[in-house]
């Protein structure tokens, strides 16, 4: 199983990016695919996640109304569209998949390699 995170940059604070999260060896329809980010000093944090159906997605306080996650299970990838980013959202974003829905990392199994997003004031 590998997952592959791409789309990260640098952007000014505003701006939008789309992060994917594309899959390898599964299909991404048959797991959870949470996105977690990690700035510097800080702990690994929970972005979002996507239901394998799809159907039941769940942000973390931080990116509602501003991040939205989605999947297209032709292509068997998820993405992670970011818009009015801020400085504060800049960190390595990670997606991982799991068994179930969760918002901590210990419930998933497989990593990507992380993309990292920057956002300047």
């Known amino acids: 199983v590998q997952l592959q995170a791409s789309g990260g940059g640098l952007v000014q604070a505003g701006g939008s990016l789309r992060l994917a999260c594309a899959a390898s060896?599964?299909?991404?329809?048959?797991?959870?695919i949470g996105w977690f980010r990690q700035a510097p000093g800080k702990e690994r944090e929970f972005v979002a996640f996507?239901?394998?159906?799809?159907?039941?997605?769940y942000y973390a306080d931080s990116g509602k109304g501003r991040f939205t996650i989605s999947s297209d299970n032709a292509k068997n990838t998820v993405y992670l569209q970011m818009d009015s980013l801020k400085p504060e959202d800049t960190a390595v974003y990670y997606c991982?998949?799991?068994?179930?829905?969760?918002?901590?990392?210990?419930?998933?199994?497989?990593w990507g390699q992380g993309t990292q997003v920057t956002v300047s004031s």
């Open positions: 991982a998949q799991g068994p179930r829905i969760a918002t901590t990392s210990q419930n998933y199994d497989y």
């Open positions: 996507i239901s394998s159906s799809g159907r039941s997605k």
């Open positions: 060896g599964r299909t991404v329809s048959n797991y959870v």
